[in-house]
Each structure stands twice: as C-alpha cells, then as structure tokens.
C-alpha cells in the first residue's frame, strides 16, 4: 500500500489502546475482519502496526472515495464493537497527507 498525497483518497487511521496479553488477539482480530472486508467497494488496502510495548495497535487504511468509505461504515459500523473485548480505546479518524518524503531507491 503505498501512501500518497493525492487528495482524492481517504485515509483513515485508527488507534487502539490495548494490554500487552491482549495486543495480539487485538491483531489477530484486525486481519480477520480486513480479510472479511477486503473486497469493500473502494477499499485500497490496509496496514497494521503493534507496539513494542504491546500497549497500541494502529490501522491505516485507504479508501477510493468518501462515498466508499461512508457505505462500508453503513454496512459494518456494528461489526467494530467486537473490538471492544480486546482494546480500552478505539480512536478512529480520517487524515489527510500533507507530507511525504521517501527516500529515494529505498
């Protein structure tokens, strides 16, 4: 998934406060549920990342278009509440990329 400042994409990136015993579950659950939604009209793709300190685990995901993004949180809005069990805090939040430096060949 590459990250880019075109301004027509959506990013979202949530952030979930979680308990060292329970980072992984929280992951294991994200790749589950992304592999369900995978196939979501407009949905580029998605990164996960964990702390090392197993406290956090963060989303990044891009969507086509506001209207992509909109109608997949109509249809699986509910479904984030299973999260619940293995985060204290969920802060979700659309971004916009306003800049970016890649090192080149890298």
Avoid: C
């Amino acid at each position: 998934m590459l990250i880019t400042r075109d301004g027509n994409k959506v990013t979202l990136i949530n952030v979930f406060d979680t308990k060292p015993e329970q980072q992984q579950a929280l992951v294991d659950q994200w790749i589950e549920f992304t592999e369900e939604i995978k196939d979501e009209a407009g949905f580029i793709g998605a990164a996960l990342h964990k702390s090392t300190d197993g406290t956090r685990v963060i989303n990044y995901a891009h969507w086509q278009t506001d209207t992509n993004f909109e109608d997949f949180l109509k249809r699986h809005g509910e479904d984030f509440n299973r999260f619940n069990q293995n985060a204290t805090q969920i802060d979700p939040h659309t971004y916009e990329v306003v800049y970016l430096y890649e090192r080149a060949n890298s």
